[in-house]
């Protein structure tokens, strides 16, 4: 790993905003996840959550270069998800049309929020939509009442990031992120095959210097040089 890469790595995470995600409800085309995720990137959301229609529990699909930036964490049921979101203390939305939805825009992103998206052919459930705190809806004055699901994300998460930007939240000096993830981040994305061999071999990563450089002993080496598994 180059310093150059290192820093830039540092520099990407010290933007991420692990308050801020999607939850995916079954939302099963390829490039649409991969669009999402790739959104999700560029915008500092760290991980992304995901309940997969049946038969369909792991999605191998998806563009390699936003997952390898991007976690996605999966869930059995929606039940599960929000649960889950909840308890970190987040705003749980539902982007759907009801008497009760409320534009996207007037909604607060500087707090901790999840965004819930449906699938493709039945949108978010009412399992779901009984889970959320508040619906939203993206205005729209054409004769197609609804959006791609990924393009929906891109307008909800691009105002998000602006109400943050503007709130100072992407102005960090360090990354909100834990540093155990931090430490896994670089090392995974600045030596992978050496991070693939270690996890393989269940050895721990071994601390970086301030260019990106490995600080192992020699034994950590010779495990790593050894033909066992």
């Not at 994300?153 to 960090?172: D, H, K, V």
């Amino acid at each position: 790993m180059t310093p150059e890469r290192f820093q830039r790595i540092q520099s990407v995470l010290a933007t991420r905003q692990p308050d801020l995600t999607l939850c995916l409800e079954e939302v099963h085309k390829p490039n649409n996840v991969s669009a999402i995720i790739r959104t999700a990137d560029a915008v500092g959301v760290h991980k992304v959550h995901a309940v997969w229609p049946n038969k369909m529990r792991v999605l191998s699909h998806t563009s390699a270069g936003a997952r390898n930036w991007v976690e996605l964490q999966t869930h059995d049921t929606m039940t599960d998800a929000v649960g889950h979101l909840k308890t970190q203390g987040m705003q749980v939305l539902a982007t759907h049309l009801s008497d009760r939805a409320v534009d996207f825009r007037e909604i607060d992103y500087t707090k901790p929020t999840a965004i819930i998206l449906g699938g493709e052919k039945n949108g978010i459930t009412p399992e779901a939509l009984a889970l959320a705190d508040q619906d939203i809806i993206i205005p729209m004055v054409g004769m197609v009442q609804s959006l791609n699901v990924s393009v929906a994300s891109a307008l909800i998460l691009y105002e998000a990031q602006r109400q943050r930007q503007i709130a100072g939240m992407y102005n960090q000096d360090t990354t909100p992120l834990p540093r155990e993830t931090v430490h896994r981040i670089l090392f995974e994305r600045g030596h992978p095959v050496l991070a693939k061999v270690a996890k393989r071999k269940k050895l721990p990563y071994p601390p970086l210097d301030d260019e990106g450089q490995i600080v192992a002993d020699d034994a950590w080496w010779r495990a790593i040089q050894s033909r066992d598994k």
